[in-house]
């Protein structure tokens, strides 16, 4: 890993601070995925469209991370991560007061993907740099958790603002990274970094970087099962509710809710996963979540017919196991980076996880559709990456 060093200890405080400014941005992650449904009915999608809809947020996300997270090598964290932020409250707006369709909902959230890109992977860098080895875990297994805890909020505030109205709700989440681009300013000062005259080492390197290739491709199979089941497990508690005889809205309602909840335990499985990792090591802790995450997706869809309880208890704890790996495989990753490379390493990280990300959701979509609406492959399909990414993670 890059030895440069903007501290010996990164605060407590400041890592906070920085948590906190990185739930503002994910306000608008999730919008769209908590009112699905509803979305789909009022504009008249498919299955596969819907999840295209989502899959352009992350292909917008995967197009822009591998440039503006490799350029924290060179200009460093700040400029970036206040632009994006800024372009993240845009596609907020543009997805409330202009999306109608799939093509504009599509544009909107691209935009929305480009500026989680330019904060998410960033404040990564940071943290991982301002952190000793031995607590490094723990301190990005916090401002991961974060990723959880602010898409946690953003179905509760776009669930809980329904009966204001779809657009209401979208314009709400989009003031989180407006705020965000104003208030990270002070949060982000960092020195010039070294190295002038001697380039970084160039992309491909990371390619080369077999250990670490191995870890990205953890991540991407990891996301790969965590977007599918968070793009919809929404509508499928939503169904469930629906089978149990509650009306459309309160059903949505319900399963952003839920979901919601869920994310907020999820965000404490994280924390205490790269808690773990640091005492129990990176690749154990990898492989045992991924084989269990994978066993619960193999479940999850065909339990529709039993009783709601069951269902959502059942989703809660997958929610749980299915995140519980993420900060140990970015911290595994960061650890492989080669000196003057974390950057670059992060960014072909993000990008190839994110490519995952963008193919899941429409082919969950897919599945529903040529299957006839049967969750059970649905689900089935994020079980085979979660056993592929516990499959290549390194042993030890």
Known sequence: MDTHRLHNTAPLHWLLALSGVEIATMLTFASYSATLPIVREAWGLSASQAGLIFGGQQLGYTLAVLILSSLTDRIGVRRIYVTSAAINGLGGLLFAFWAHDLASAAVARALIGVGLAGTYTPGMRLVAERTPDTRRGAALGIYIACFSIGTAASFFITGGLLGAGLRTAFAVTAIGPLLASVVAWPLLWEPPRPGGVSPPPPITSVLRNRRALRFILAYAMHNWEVFGVRTWMPAFLAAAWVAAGRQL?????????????????????????????????????????????????????????????????????????VIVDSSPISTAVAESAQNGALGRTLAVQSSLGFVATAASPPVFGLILDLTGNVWGWAFASLAVAAFLGALVTPRR
């Open 249 to 321: 809205e309160g059903a949505v309602a319900l399963g952003a809710t839920v979901s919601g909840v869920t994310l907020i335990l999820a965000a404490l499985a994280n924390a205490f996963g790269g808690w773990l990792s640091d005492r129990v090591g990176r690749s154990r802790m990898i492989r045992s979540a991924l084989a269990t995450s994978a066993v619960c997706s193999l479940t999850m869809g065909w339990l529709l017919p039993l009783p709601i309880s069951l269902v959502v208890g059942f989703s809660v704890f997958y929610g749980i196991m």
